[in-house]
């Protein structure tokens, strides 16, 4: 087995034990990066001087018996996210060549705890999209078919995992970025609840839906990465107190006796037959595993969709109104102040960003705000309350992640509803604010991967961890690699 | 719902947004459609619903002593603006005759 195909937990045992050091593996994911990376565009910014020296210091914490879940650990992290000192485009023009002056509190709670930042990971611009071909720097490709797209928006996060450039990523979730792209890629991804994790220092795309999560190559490597970031944070007014489990805890749990619920309208018409399949399949296994399941109905789910792209642009054109060429940025000089904010908007936002800052800049506007806006905010509380009935009947929510498996790169682009429509299944737990993840659960017929999405309460990560490592215990869908001829 | 070009501009405008002519009839187009997939919520009866502006039960509290901590240095606060004297940002007057 190579070193860069090691999980976090694979390779903190190795570091413990000290068959490897920080620095070798940080050396081998580089050597990896330098000769994949041009095909793949998965890394924006590297950060090998830093990451060695991070390797190095994390070594000496090693040698003298210091332990932590990602102690000389390298991760990638997701291009939204504050890291002091290095690059952080959020895929975006715009911030072409931003560099932030602090961290993000998931990101310094990492680097805290010793984790080695191997570099910035591509994503969908400012994180919206759901194929990274919204990146101002190009899509990034599928590890396991390159004229495929990731998934997204944490598409190269998800394909960082997926194509062993990383022991994990971090990346974002507001409407699915997390759970869908690592559906496409084969890996796990867990959105955790809103609240659960700082958001300090992530650039705010919807203020009430945004979370920030881990990609990982199996589910303890999530339980271990979320136990570093959660918790509180001053700096995040909308960060809970409550109490994360650990690792340990998150991942014992017994099956016998948990009650899945399947819901009726995560399975409809125009689904590819082979994701049904092997979502199916998944939940007869975690039956074998001792699990109950029944049939479950969350009626306003089809109403996620218009919600979602209400409420998020609603909140992006609120956000982004700080992009005025003033105090960070690009700045396109106009004949007065007005004419500069929007000649520098207009050079510096892509397609997509603009589409969604009209949107919600039309929603929010008068005459307009009480018909779309606060109607959506209402049904908003239907598709909540759906979530909250459903799980006093049963303890975990199994479904598929997608209706497809990853599609071609450039064959959504030019209708937005269709590329809208890929997150009909990942939009309405981003709206209850619950916690969810994305387990690999299967390939289609030509090799792609399917994921399994388990939904739970709020602040429940526990358990859907537990039931994704129970599942992980006895399948090896989790352990298939795409095929990456690398020096040929 | 139809957007016109002249709403778009309008709505460009609170968005001090500079469009193309192109993206005019694109975003005119592409926004009518997706407003058109959005108005099936007007048919959703939501009588005594409240509206969902956040999903946490807990309400904003204040700090007990909350003392000034971490501030950004005035050098970092610059660094990564397009134009400044050394000690602010430097901008255009806010007032047609201000410069």
């Known amino acids: 087995m190579s070193l860069t195909s090691l999980t976090v937990h694979g390779a903190r045992e190795m570091l413990r034990n000290k068959e490897i050091s920080a620095v070798e593996l940080t050396r081998a994911f580089f050597e990896r990066i330098h000769a994949l990376n041009p095909r793949l565009n998965i890394y924006l910014t590297l950060n090998e001087v830093e990451a060695l020296a991070q390797a190095a210091a994390a070594d000496v914490r090693i040698a003298a018996g210091e332990d932590t879940p990602v102690l000389g650990v390298p991760i990638a992290i997701k291009d939204v996210l504050s890291t002091i000192g290095l690059r952080t485009t959020a895929g975006s023009k715009i911030l072409e060549h931003y560099v932030p002056t602090w961290d993000a509190t998931s990101i310094a709670r990492l680097r805290t705890a010793g984790a080695v930042f191997l570099g910035k990971v591509n994503c969908d611009e400012f994180a919206m999209g759901s194929s990274t071909e919204n990146s101002a720097y190009g899509p990034t490709r599928n590890p396991w078919d390159e004229t495929r797209v990731p998934g997204g928006s944490s598409g190269g996060s998800a394909a960082a995992v997926a194509a062993d450039l990383c022991c994990a990523a971090i990346g974002t979730d507001t409407g699915g970025s997390v759970r869908q792209p690592a559906a496409m890629c084969g890996i796990t991804g867990l959105k955790n609840s809103y609240g659960r994790v700082s958001r300090y220092g992530l650039i705010a795309f919807g203020s009430s839906l945004d979370s920030v999560g881990p990609l990982t190559k199996d589910a303890r490597d999530a339980a271990l990465l979320l136990s570093v970031m959660a918790g509180n944070d001053p700096l995040d007014s909308t960060s809970v107190h409550v109490p994360v489990a650990s690792p340990e805890v998150a991942l014992h749990k017994n099956l016998n006796g948990l009650r899945i619920g399947v819901p009726r309208e995560y399975f409809i018409d ?54 005025d060429g003033v105090r960070y940025g690009l700045r396109v000089q106009g004949t007065d102040l007005i004419d500069t904010y929007k000649k520098t908007r207009g ?108 939904m739970g309460p709020a602040f429940g990560e526990a358990t859907i961890l537990s039931v994704a490592h129970a599942y992980q215990q006895t399948t090896d869908w989790h352990m298939q690699k795409p095929d990456l001829a690398v020096g040929s | 719902m139809a957007l016109s070009e002249s709403d778009v501009e309008r709505i460009a405008h609170l968005a001090r ?75 255009q007057g806010t007032f047609a005759d201000a410069d």
């Open chain 1, 270 to 323: 125009g689904m590819q037959p082979e994701v049904v399949a092997a979502v199916r399949a998944a939940i007869d296994q975690l039956v074998s595993l001792g699990a109950t399941v029944r049939e479950i109905s969350l009626p306003n789910t089809s109403l996620g969709l218009p919600v979602y792209y209400l409420i998020a642009p609603a909140e992006v054109s609120a956000n982004l109104s700080r992009f």
């Open chain 1, 347 to 454: 050079a510096g936002f892509g397609p997509e960003v603009k589409r969604r800052i009209m949107l919600g800049t039309y929603a929010l506007s008068a005459g307009y705000y009480d018909a779309y806006y606060i109607r959506a905010q209402k049904v908003r509380t239907l598709i909540k309350q759906d979530f909250e009935a459903a799980l006093q009947e049963v303890d975990v929510i199994a479904a598929p992640v997608t209706p497809t498996t990853a599609f071609k790169i450039g064959e959504n682009v030019n209708d937005p509803i269709k590329m809208y429509l890929e997150d009909v299944f990942t939009l309405p737990l981003s709206l209850s604010g619950f916690c969810g993840l994305s387990v690999p659960c299967g390939f289609d017929q030509q090799g792609l991967p399917i994921g399994l999405q388990l």
């Open chain 2, 17 to 91: 947004l500079e469009l193309t002519a192109d993206e005019k009839i694109r975003y005119a187009q592409q926004l009518s459609a997706i407003l058109d997939y959005a108005a099936q919520l007007s048919q959703i009866n939501v009588d005594g619903i409240a509206p969902t502006a956040s999903v946490l039960s807990v309400r904003s509290v204040m700090r007990e002593g909350d003392l000034v901590s971490g501030e950004l240095p005035r050098k970092d606060a610059l660094a990564n603006a397009p134009k400044t004297d050394g000690a602010s940002f430097e901008v």
